[in-house]
């Protein structure tokens, strides 16, 4: 019984290993006629070695770094009728010739033929929103995005980062104060994330304005140095209209601060004044400091006649002292005019340099003329003094202007 046992046992053995056996043989055969019959299409057209020398070598390194993508051509072969091969054998031959020609000294038809590397380096495109820093030696900038939405009446205003600024800066705290004109009065600040060269913000600030209103609204934004000591320095400005940029919703927009250092002499000569608001005595000082840049007319000197208007309406007229007859005088003359708060959306101050004539009863002679006042009066840093100084009260405010002709 048990040797009947094993000589079934020993059958059934032989039987699976000569299945098996035979099964692997099958697919051999099947791959062996298949790989045959493929052949048999491209007999005509000739190999290139893989090992053969590189046709655009842009690496000759034995293997890619990290910054270079290896670059082969896959093979190419063409799509043929497997069940009619005998009447299209000729147009297949010819094709084929017809592709060596093409492709020659490029191309390998039975393997991968390796071509090079690509340096990824050289096309890499930076995102849209990557902020890119501005190069070294230009003027210090600021770098924002505005971006309005109207389903929620929302200005939205980030911050990204400051690039290239001076020397004097670099280990300092900057903030930004930004007003929306001509209305806000009260302004949102933001600190540097850092100190440097090019400090980063990334801070988003919202002003609630409503639809009506953004285009005749303009954002100042006001860059600030503190030092140690807390003291504050402006290092400048910018002044961006929202009317006609709100296209450019969610694009990073670079902008050159405006500062005292990089402001040339304007044609007629420039002025600079000093002006401080005490709510608490309802009194509005002006402080003529000196001018610069004056065409004078006579030798007769400069004086500045300041006036104070509300609405249409000249409240008051004050003179300074006749300077001497110089192109950069020198004044340092102080003012002060009462004006309640209620009123300083509504007044301006009007400087007008003049050269008093020789002869009592003709007008003197107008160098120039410079209106410091709200968004009813003025534009631009004359705007943006007045607001510096209703935003900063019992500071003195300083800035040079450049002077206009008389309209």
């Not at 000729?90 to 490029?106: N, Q, T, V, W």
């Not at 990204?160 to 009065?185: K, Y």
């Amino acid at each position: 019984m048990a040797d009947q046992m094993l000589l079934l046992a020993v059958g059934l053995s032989v039987a699976l290993l000569l299945l098996l056996c035979l099964t692997v043989y099958y697919l051999w055969r099947r791959k062996k006629k298949g790989r045959s019959q493929y052949e048999e299409l491209l007999s005509t057209v000739p190999s290139v070695p893989a090992c053969s020398a590189q046709v655009l070598p842009v690496s000759q390194g034995s293997c890619a770094t990290p910054c270079e993508i290896p670059f082969t051509l896959p093979p190419r072969f063409t799509a043929q009728n497997h069940g009619d091969l005998k009447n299209e054998e000729e147009e297949m031959k010819m094709e084929a010739r017809r592709d060596i020609l093409a492709h020659r000294g490029s191309l390998t038809v039975r393997r991968w033929y390796p071509v090079g590397t690509v340096l990824a380096g050289l096309y890499s495109v930076p995102p849209l929103n990557e902020v890119v820093a501005p190069p070294p030696g230009m003027a210090t900038r600021l770098c924002f995005s505005v971006e309005y939405r109207h389903s929620c009446e929302q200005l939205m205003v980030s911050l990204l980062r400051l690039g290239n600024l001076p020397p004097r800066c670099h280990g300092n705290i900057m903030l930004v104060e930004l007003r929306l004109l001509p209305d806000d009065r009260r302004p949102r600040q933001a600190k540097a994330r850092g100190t440097g060269p090019d400090p980063e913000f990334c801070d988003c600030l919202v002003f609630q304005v409503s639809g009506v209103c953004v285009p005749q609204s303009t954002l100042s934004v006001c860059v600030l140095s503190v030092e140690q000591d807390g003291k504050r320095h402006a290092v400048g400005r910018v002044l961006f209209p929202l009317e006609g940029e709100l296209g450019q919703a969610g694009r990073v927009l670079w902008r050159d601060l405006e500062t005292e250092d990089d402001t040339q002499c304007s044609e007629l000569g420039d002025v600079q004044i000093s002006l401080m608001y005490s709510p608490c005595l309802q009194r509005l000082s002006v402080v003529v400091l000196r001018a610069r840049g004056l065409q004078l007319l006579t030798d007769a000197g400069v004086c500045v006649q300041v006036s104070l208007q509300i609405h249409t309406q000249v409240v008051k007229i004050k003179r300074s002292f006749v300077a001497k007859c110089e192109n950069d005088p020198y004044f340092d003359h102080r003012m002060t005019f009462k004006l309640r708060s209620q009123h300083l959306d509504e007044a301006c101050l009007r400087f007008e340099l003049q050269q008093p004539n020789d002869v009592r009863s003709e007008p003197p002679a107008l160098l120039g003329v410079l209106v410091l006042g709200p968004f009813m009066y003025a534009r631009g840093p004359q705007l943006q003094h007045w607001m510096d100084m209703v935003n900063t009260p019992q500071e003195p405010v300083e800035l040079w202007h450049g002077l206009g002709r008389a309209t």
